[in-house]
């Protein structure tokens, strides 16, 4: 078993800031990426940013120079950074990570529960 848990998400001004976290835990041998996508109402889930093992990130463009994606690969926990925060913004995010449970089996993505994020304006 592998759980993902996010937090750090709620309710904040456009133009404001949040955090956001996430925490896997379980049955884990390794991870390769992880990353964060988000769902607003009506839409489908999309790509927020990725790191992978290497350190490599890739953003959305609708969040470039605004969203910062970082891993502590040692607790297994990813954050984004969300700064100058829009409405279209709103949507819930879900953590994701490619996990190994041990040395044998294939990697598998793995979800979270999602955190609502909302951004008024």
């Known amino acids: 078993q592998v759980q993902l848990v996010e937090s750090g998400g709620g309710l904040v001004q456009a133009g404001g800031s949040l955090r956001l976290s996430c925490a896997a835990s379980?049955?884990?041998?390794?991870?390769?990426?992880m990353g964060w996508y988000r769902q607003a109402p009506g839409k489908p889930r999309e790509l927020v940013a990725e790191?992978?093992?290497?350190?490599?990130?890739n953003y959305a463009d609708s969040v470039k120079g605004r969203f910062t994606i970082s891993r502590d690969y040692a607790k297994n926990r990813v954050y984004l950074q969300m700064n100058s925060l829009k409405p279209e913004d709103t949507a819930v995010y879900y953590c994701?990570?490619?996990?190994?449970?041990?040395?044998?089996?294939?990697?598998?993505?793995?979800w979270g529960q999602g955190t609502q994020v909302t951004v008024s304006s």
């Open positions: 994701n990570a490619d996990v190994r449970t041990d040395s044998y089996s294939d990697y598998l993505w793995r």
């Open positions: 790191v992978t093992t290497g350190g490599i990130t």
């Open positions: 379980g049955s884990i041998f390794s991870i390769n990426a």
